[in-house]
């Protein structure tokens, strides 16, 4: 158990559904992250919240929006996606200051299948 | 931006054999260089990582090595053994507070 959660594990949506992936960490963290991590891709950085603050925003489309509340716990809100956005969708945690990247903690994902 | 290639995207060894994954990036300026494994269904973990200040960084079976002037780092496992059949991820970034970019990712599949 790295101490990051995430849920739900699977979820199935239609393209018109709004719906909600959920991470908290419970490893005193200030950074966490969302990745997108589709068959034969790379890991794609979607957003960075360093104390709650969104940091990075790698041009992602305004279907998926990120709200981190406090440090602990990190929301990524979904409306009106595209099939090509089904993928795991990965939360991740680390200790990061400006001098200092820091280990990623994953969680295990969450499996999205848009129809 | 960081740019990072990775391959061979699949690898298969005999158990036993060597395995190697190279990876090449494109910013200079960058001077962390992780691996993480992703077991099938299971999270990314970190196994390994280098600073552009030394050359070559071993734990047990796993090391790497980084040549910063070609802007390249390698991943070696020796005396593969099954539990090492994963999907094994390079990334670089800048220390002091950087993005972390992935390269691609490699799957080794070691062969009892």
């Known amino acids: 158990e790295t101490g990051v959660t995430q849920t739900p594990r699977h979820l199935v949506m239609g393209m018109t559904n709004k719906k909600s992936l959920k991470c908290e960490q419970h490893?005193?963290?200030?950074?966490m992250y969302w990745y997108k991590q589709s068959a034969k891709k790379p890991l794609e950085l979607m957003f960075v919240?360093?104390?709650?603050?969104?940091?990075e925003n790698n041009s992602v489309p305004s279907r998926f929006s990120p709200e981190c509340p406090n440090s602990s716990h990190l929301f990524l809100h979904l409306h009106t996606l595209q099939p090509e956005d089904s993928a795991l969708y990965l939360c991740?945690?680390?200790?990061?200051?400006?001098?200092?990247?820091?280990?990623?903690?994953f969680g295990e994902g969450s499996r999205l299948t848009v129809l | 931006g960081e740019n990072v290639e990775q391959h061979p995207s699949t690898l298969s060894v005999q158990e036993g054999d060597s395995a190697v994954i190279k990876c090449t990036y494109s910013?200079?300026?960058?001077?962390?260089f992780p691996w993480y494994k992703q077991e099938l269904g299971k999270r990314p973990q970190l196994i390994i990582d280098?600073?552009?200040?030394?050359g070559e960084k071993k734990d047990q079976r796993i090391a790497v090595t980084l040549n910063k002037t070609a802007k390249h780092f390698s991943l070696h496992i020796t005396e593969t053994q099954p539990e090492d059949s994963a999907v094994y991820f390079c990334?670089?970034?800048?220390?002091?507070?950087?993005?972390?970019?992935f390269g691609q990712g490699t799957e080794l599949s070691v062969k009892p």
């Open positions: 991740a945690s680390s200790l990061r200051t400006s001098y200092n990247t820091g280990e990623l903690f």
């Open positions: 490893l005193g963290h200030n950074a």
């Open positions: 919240y360093n104390f709650k603050e969104q940091t």
């Open positions: 910013d200079s300026a960058s001077n962390y």
């Open positions: 280098i600073r552009s200040n030394v």
């Open positions: 990334a670089a970034t800048l220390w002091q507070g950087g993005k972390l970019i």
